[in-house]
Every structure is written in structure tokens, then in C-alpha cells.
């Protein structure tokens, strides 16, 4: 626990119990295996995993820190840089970008002003690109803050979703 080795409680304690939830699932010597959970759990309360929250995470189930980096990294699912409050992933891989995932995407770069990893000025908006969502029938598909998943989305849809995000309450910290 971070408690122990004299570290500020960066999660709350509910963060901290959902954690522990995830670590009970997996034998005592093998907790590192809830890191996957615990990153989710620690973004679902920061909207990013920031450094100070990695060494947090990797204190917590007793890792090295570059080991959890390296899941943060890897998973285009954790943020490891600030986003704004609706992260868009596009899937683009071919399936998709056969199906208009491209063209979805480029018409949300227009309809919002960024590119992939860019933010919009005021911080409603972030687009990435994602990989394989395993919906490659109902493409183009498209994932709103990795919990939302939007089907067939044709420039109405997409027009749609915008709107409906934009209206919105904004999230304060």
C-alpha cells in the first residue's frame, strides 16, 4: 500500500478498494497481474495516468515503476498525457478504413480542428487513432472515452455525437 512507504495518496480510498477488488482475483505473489484494472481504475478518476500515478500504481502492487509504464505505453487505452474530456478513438485499421473509418475520421478532424493526439483549444476534445475494436461489420466504429462504442457512423451520426458531447455538462476537477 502507498500509505506504507510514506507516498501522498494520489486515488481516493474507493480507487483504492476497487484496486484491491482487482488484486483478490489473482494469488497473493501474482498481484502485478491487476495493473491492466488498477491503470483503468486510477484514468476512470484522473482522466490520465500521469507519471506521479504510475510510481503510485507500481508502489501500490509492488512493480517496478517501468513496468507499469510500459503497460500505460503500450495500450493506446490509458492516457499518459492530459486529453480532453471526450477522448475519440477512430478505428482505422484496414476492415474499417475499407468501410470509411478514413473518411470518418478526416471528417472529424474538419468538424473539430485537430488531428489524431491533438486536443481542441477548449478541451472538450481529443482524437486518436484507434486499433482493431473487434466491430469490423459495423464499421466505421468509433470509441468515446474507451467505454462508448458508436457503430455505423455516417456524417449524421457523427454530426450527432458532436452535438450531443458538446451539450454535455463540463466535467470540473
Known sequence: MSAVLNLP???SDEAYRKIDREVAKYPAEQKQSAVMAALAIAQDEKAWCSPEVIEDIA??????????????TFYNMYNTQPVGQ????????LPCALSGG????HYLKDKLGIDYKETTPDGRF????????????????LLVNNKRMCSHMSVEKLDALVDELNQAEIKKD
Open 86 to 93: 471526450f477522448k475519440i478513438s477512430v478505428c482505422t485499421n
Open 9 to 11: 495518496k494520489l486515488l
Open 126 to 141: 481529443t482524437l486518436i487513432e484507434g486499433e482493431c475494436m473487434g466491430a469490423c461489420g459495423d464499421a466505421p466504429v
Open 102 to 105: 478514413e473518411r470518418a475520421a
Open 59 to 72: 508502489h501500490y502492487l509492488a512493480m517496478p515503476p517501468v513496468a507499469v509504464q510500459e503497460v500505460a
